[in-house]
């Protein structure tokens, strides 16, 4: 098939994603979707839950693999929409639609990208396509949960949008709970241990601390308090107040690392949520990288997560759609951005393969 007609169908899948709801853990019908688009190209695939995953036509063992994934789940439309969030419209050259840029265009160009080489031999690396669900909620049945079952990955490009930009950098994520302890009283009453009135110096140092190693690609690591609660009524002074801290850390430490400085240096209790969303990188001079920067793409850390936090090998974020209008209001992508998606896609994967 031509690539402007691969393009055109990619298009209309993404119009019918669109209209379907996948909100993270119910994706099955989009999941079917998934598996219509490869068996209209006679491709073969496997399902695993709401995951859909296809291999090269001439997979080799011996070979290294090359991922290509993005997710087809959504999050819930926020109540800014003023337009219907399931109706795919295209004014302006703009794409309407829930999950139309996160991450539906970078999901679609990928499949066309798959396409355009299921069939091709001698390639230096096998290809291997992975349309994942509860991305937006890491889910035990997002891509984390369907490694065990993939073959050996070496190499990985993760579809979200970033204008068709490098991200060679994603920042990881630690999430803690911390106490703050006091005495609690009837609030008539003298009280110099007051959990609230202990907050303020624990807030201070929460605001002021710093971690030492900065990072090329993603600066310093991102410590922000972001939630606080305490108290059931006027007139009791609480025995503590607990506060949600989010930790964006960069490469330069381990999730594990952070969780153990706070830990060991924090003036109050405090615990860590989970340490499995890492921070992820690949080496600059990665020939996937140098295929990007041959034509005209430049390199960035990107501060926002993905299934990128997932992976142990190296890998890049790169899609069509803009970062900034994810989540948001009468979310859009430009159908020019999916056409030039494509194409670059095609482009690097052609750079890279002839490289290796």
Known sequence: MEQKALTEKAISLLKELISIESFSKEEDKTADAIEAWFTSFSIPFTRENNNVYAKNKYWDDSKPTLLLNSH???????????????????????????????????????????????????LSHNILMVASAEEENAGVNSLRGLLPSLPKIDVAIVGEPTLMQLAIAEKGLVVFDAVVKGTPSHAAHPNDNNSIYNTIEVLDWFKNYKFEKTSEALGDVKLTVTQINAGSQHNVVPAQVELVIDVRVNDSYTNKEIADLLKAEAPCEIQERGLKLNSSKIDKDHALVKS??????????????????????QSVKLGPGDSTRSHSAD???????IEEGIDLYIKILEGFLKQN
Do not use: M
């Not at 819930?76 to 539906?104: C, H, M, Q, W």
């Not at 979310?331 to 951005?337: A, G, H, P, S």
């Open 72 to 122: 087809h789940d959504t999050v819930k439309p926020n109540k800014a929409y003023t337009r219907d969030p399931f109706l795919p419209e295209v004014i302006d050259g703009k794409l309407y639609g829930l999950g139309s840029n996160d991450a539906g265009g970078c999901l679609v160009s990928l499949l066309a990208t798959f396409v355009t080489f299921y069939a091709k031999e001698n």
């Open 292 to 313: 990007g920067v041959a034509l005209g793409r430049s390199t960035y850390g990107s501060p926002t997560l993905s299934d990128q936090a997932a992976l142990t090998c």
């Open 331 to 337: 979310e859009f992508i430009y159908v020019n951005e």
